[in-house]
């Protein structure tokens, strides 16, 4: 499974809805549920699958999924 | 000089004439002096210093921040040019209340005055430019806004006039472009301009400033009153602060339209929200994402780890903070408080909310939203007592006799038609809720704020100027007496 393919499970499990189909343009507009306080669980269940630590500089700037998938690949490529 | 007054209206198009003769490499200039002017008809010579301050500050911390490569260090900037801002704004706005609540605390302690209570002194203006300063410093640092090159483009950004003493809170990567790009005469911008400051005009001297007085009687004197009288009025002022409010920001968009500028709206219909979150999302826009991006953000990430109660805590802080800035007084520390308490209650009370929702089938349904609109409205109104009191002591007053007496008021018709005209005439209540009906058909039935206005101008002449010369000649027939200034100059 790729990272985007993990991302997209996270995406389904945190909102509870197993229609969302991830692209990497897609904003919180796009998906329902997507508020501040989803956010966190968002957040908190990507870094806790991927074993990984978001800087808070980098929470605040990621602008859509593809901002966070980046991220996330960098910070998988760096421990490898 | 405010928007409602003769000076405005002699200001506004002389320096639109000498803007239009002026090429456009010059015409920052203009804009700037224009603003510069404007912001000193105040008559406060060291509000101009402080202007000038933050201005100078903010301009060479962005460029310090954006030219180092380090993070720590272009953090420690970021800090210091925040701090400088804040520092600013607290000494302009909060030094009265800080000495005289800590001469309390230390009177309490020693038994006597011990430090100097600092003079209240004008601070229009300086909340607002402030935030817009600590907002470019953020973007600077975070990557997401370039530092500005030239000072004078980047002083309009900080003094424009049309938004200088009230907001918008404009972010640099929406305003800074728009007031560089040069200038053509734009026939639709300009009709929708002046309909829109006609619109926010209306909105301030025929409703806001009518129903001013009759929030003023009950309010300046909450003792004299019980039950339906301050109901009434607590009503009244949620409209009127609406009113006041986004009138006066209409009036500034309408103004920055003129230049082909189009400056955020502050509101979207907020008394058809379903929910406070959501009343927030709707009601003064532009300070209430820069509360969410600048400190609600930060803050609950920071506090990740403890999910649903992060969250809380950030809610709580956020909007203490944001009662704070409104006014340096307890009331609007409570009335921000209870903004942020009833969030957070919102937040731990929506998994049960969920299935009390399902239980009941009433998901999806109309009488659901109906309910949901009502009961945000009463709390927003609640807690707009805590805004309009003059003191804790009236808002706990207000409170405490909101329903004592409302049986036998509403049981007597000629009680019942006292308390509900408060004294206002009814030639005047009557125009107040013609013009406020003809408000809310105009406004609340779109699906866009003010589509309106874009959808008069698509209707033919006959129409469209019956109710251009309709508008204005009920604002010049029907203006309250006694101009009121602006509720959110004080802030």
């Known amino acids: ?80 | 000089m405010f928007f409602n007054s003769i000076e405005y209206f002699l200001f506004l198009p002389a320096i639109y004439l000498i803007f239009y003769f002026t090429p456009d490499r010059f015409r920052w200039i203009v804009l700037l002096s224009g603003s510069i002017f404007f912001y000193a008809s105040l008559m406060q010579p060291y509000l101009l210093l402080v202007l000038f301050g933050v201005m100078l500050a903010t301009y060479v911390f962005g460029k310090l921040i954006a030219a180092r490569s380090e993070e720590k260090e272009k953090k420690r900037l970021f800090w210091i040019g925040a701090g400088i801002n804040l520092a600013i704004l607290v000494g302009m706005k909060y030094l009265p209340f800080i000495t005289e609540n800590l001469d309390l605390l230390l009177k309490a302690i020693f038994g006597k005055s011990i430090i100097p209570i600092s003079p209240v002194i004008v601070s229009i203006g300086v909340s607002f430019y402030v935030f817009q300063a600590i907002s470019y410093l953020s973007d600077v640092y975070l990557e997401i806004q370039e530092s500005e090159s030239h000072f004078g483009y980047f002083a309009l950004y900080i003094s424009f006039f049309p938004k200088i003493l009230q907001g918008p809170i404009e972010r640099a990567n929406s305003l800074l472009p728009q007031l560089k790009k040069p200038y053509e005469f734009n026939y639709d911008n300009m009709r929708s301009g002046l309909l829109l400051f006609t619109w926010g005009l209306f909105k301030k001297v025929v409703i806001a400033d009518r129903l001013a007085e009759l929030v003023n009687r009950v309010y300046g004197n909450a003792n004299a009153y019980t039950g339906l009288p301050l109901i009434v009025a607590t009503y009244a002022y949620a409209i009127q602060i609406y009113m006041d409010f986004s009138g006066y920001t209409d009036m500034a968009l309408g103004t920055a339209r003129l230049f082909n500028i189009n400056l955020t709206d502050n509101f979207n219909r907020p008394y058809l929200a379903t929910s406070v979150a959501e009343f927030w999302r709707r009601w003064h826009i532009s300070f209430s994402s820069w509360l969410q991006d600048y400190l609600f953000k930060p803050l609950q990430m920071r506090m990740r780890n403890w999910k649903s109660w992060g969250s809380v805590i950030a809610l709580l802080i956020t909007f203490f903070i944001s009662g704070l800035w409104h006014g340096a007084a307890w009331t609007f520390v409570i009335w921000g408080f209870l903004h942020g308490l009833y969030m957070a209650v919102a937040v731990l009370y929506k998994p049960l909310q969920k299935k009390l929702y399902k239980k009941l089938k009433l998901n999806g349904t109309k009488i659901l939203k109906l309910w949901k609109i009502f009961m945000t409205f009463n709390l927003v109104s609640f807690a707009w007592i805590f805004f309009r009191a003059e003191s804790l002591r009236d808002a706990s007053r207000v409170i405490t006799n909101l329903f004592t007496g409302l049986g036998t008021q509403l049981g007597s018709l000629s009680v019942l038609k006292q308390s509900l005209s408060l004294g206002l005439g009814k030639f005047d209540l009557a125009v107040a809720a013609f013009s406020l009906a003809f408000m809310i058909v105009l406004e609340f039935t779109n699906r866009e704020n003010n589509e309106h206005l874009l959808r008069l101008q698509k209707k033919p002449i006959y129409i469209r100027w019956v109710v251009y010369y309709f508008l204005v000649m009920w604002i010049a027939l029907f203006s309250a007496t006694g101009s009121q200034e602006f509720v959110y100059f004080r802030f």
């Not at chain 1, 990984?52 to 690949?73: A, M, P, Y």
């Open chain 1, 1 to 80: 499974m790729t990272t985007f393919e993990r991302l997209n499970e996270i995406f389904c499990e945190v909102f509870d809805d197993d229609t969302i189909e991830l692209k990497p343009e897609m904003t919180a507009n796009d998906v329902d549920g997507w508020d501040s306080l989803s956010y966190v669980n968002l957040i908190l269940a990507i870094e806790t699958k991927f074993a990984i630590t978001f800087s808070q500089k980098e929470l605040l700037t990621f602008r859509n999924v593809g901002d966070l998938h980046k991220s996330i690949e960098k910070k998988l490529e760096s421990r490898k």
